[in-house]
């Protein structure tokens, strides 16, 4: 799948953001805004993808465009990947791990558990979007005999329309239930929900209906999607308002996390 792993994002936060307000609502009812930035939990859902890209320059995946389903048309995504590591659950888990504890490590409000735990929640929740629309080639572990896939990308069509709906209700869940004080990059510019969600439908629309520009996967298909992953996660984050919350922490901060 596509823009349906940036939702991912969007349902973590407000899954952190249940528990806790159940928390908070039986003992002082207090309001509570999600401490992760929204461009991050994107991030999550969609670093598998990310992490791929990385390693097909290293050589340690491939990234292969398969020329009978490129020249058929028969669906969409015409490649046929090596890529035991980034595409398998263990591997999905291991990157939200990473992620996390880079997060952990330059948030500007320590992070917490929990905070650990969405994270790798969202990249971890990347196989089960993998599962239905891939063409058999997603694993548990990177050297499995068995491999997942439902082949969904061989129905361009029903492709388009599963992403958005998942993409447009997980925006739906973000926008109707989270608190206010995760919106401020919303409240500030309106317009912002629109270019989101026009960006969103033209990416889906490319990745559906569109070919595959050259045959050069590695050097300009990977860096295309990489561009696409980080852009959309920096869009995203524009709602949230919150990216001033990565960087070094500051002392004060530190004496709290202490």
């Keep these: 799948m596509w823009i349906a792993h940036f939702a991912s994002g969007e349902y973590r936060e407000r899954l952190l953001l249940t528990d806790l307000t159940i928390c908070y609502t039986g003992l002082i009812a207090k309001p509570f805004a999600p401490r992760v930035p929204l461009a991050i939990l994107a991030l999550a859902g969609a670093l598998p993808d990310a992490v791929f890209f990385l390693l097909q320059f290293l050589g340690i995946e491939t990234f292969n465009l398969d020329a009978y389903i490129a020249e058929s048309k028969r669906g969409c995504f015409p490649y046929s990947n ?18 996390a504890v880079l ?4 948030a500007r409000v320590p992070a917490t558990p929990k905070d650990m ?7 971890a929740s990347h196989f089960l979007l993998e599962w239905p629309s891939h063409r058999k080639d997603t694993k548990i572990t990177p050297h499995d005999d068995t491999a997942f896939g439902a082949g969904l990308f061989d129905y361009p069509v029903a492709t388009f329309v599963v992403e958005n709906v998942i993409f447009f209700f997980g925006l739906w869940v973000y926008l109707t239930i989270s608190p206010q004080g995760s919106k401020a990059g919303l409240q500030a510019n309106p317009n ?9 439908v033209v990416q889906q629309t490319i990745f559906c209906f569109g070919s595959a ?38 002392p004060d901060a530190l004496k709290k996390a202490k």
Excluded: N
């Design 82 to 99: 090596d890529y035991p590591y980034s595409h398998s659950l263990a591997g999905m888990a291991a990157s939200g791990v990473v992620l």
């Design 117 to 123: 735990l969405a994270i790798i929640a969202a990249s």
């Design 103 to 106: 997060y952990k490590l330059y």
């Design 213 to 250: 520009p050259t045959h050069e996967t590695r050097w300009v298909h990977a860096p295309i999607f990489l561009t696409e992953i980080l852009g959309s996660c920096w869009l995203l984050g524009l709602l949230d308002g919150q990216g001033h919350s990565v960087g070094v922490q500051t």
């Design 192 to 200: 912002l929900l629109k270019i989101v969600g026009a960006v969103m």
